[in-house]
């Protein structure tokens, strides 16, 4: 079983940062396509935030280039998100998701996603 677990939430001022962490887990585990991270904010749709391929190309949201940075270790199997200046409307629930192949016939291609860690930034 392929399993995802986010840490590094929290409660920050406004102008903060924080540090997400990801860590994808499982004996089946192949290899590790792209990596992301998502939030969901109360009231409003999943959103992606940042994505990083596994051989390092980058992706952000308008809303978050310049402030946030997204890396990885694919020797732990490890996502991050670094977030700068943050601001009030970063608020919400922040998830991680992994495309992972995994051993089995066929080496299927699957998504997975973790739990969610809570992030609030206030003003």
């Known amino acids: 079983q392929v399993q995802l677990v986010e840490s590094g939430g929290g409660l920050v001022q406004a102008g903060g940062s924080l540090r997400l962490s990801c860590v994808v887990s499982?004996?089946?585990?192949?290899?590790?396509?792209?990596m992301g991270w998502h939030r969901q904010a109360p009231g409003k749709q999943r959103e992606l935030v940042a994505s990083?391929?596994?051989?390092?190309?980058?992706n952000y949201a308008d809303s978050v280039k310049g402030r946030f940075t997204i890396s990885r270790d694919n020797g732990k199997n490890m996502v991050y998100l670094q977030m700068n200046s943050l601001k009030p409307e970063d608020t919400a629930d922040y998830y991680c998701n992994a495309e992972v192949r995994t051993r089995g016939q066929g080496f299927p291609l699957s998504d997975y996603w973790g739990q969610g860690t809570q992030v609030t930034v206030s003003s």
């Open positions: 499982g004996g089946n585990i192949f290899s590790i396509n792209a």
């Open positions: 990083i391929t596994s051989r390092g190309r980058t």
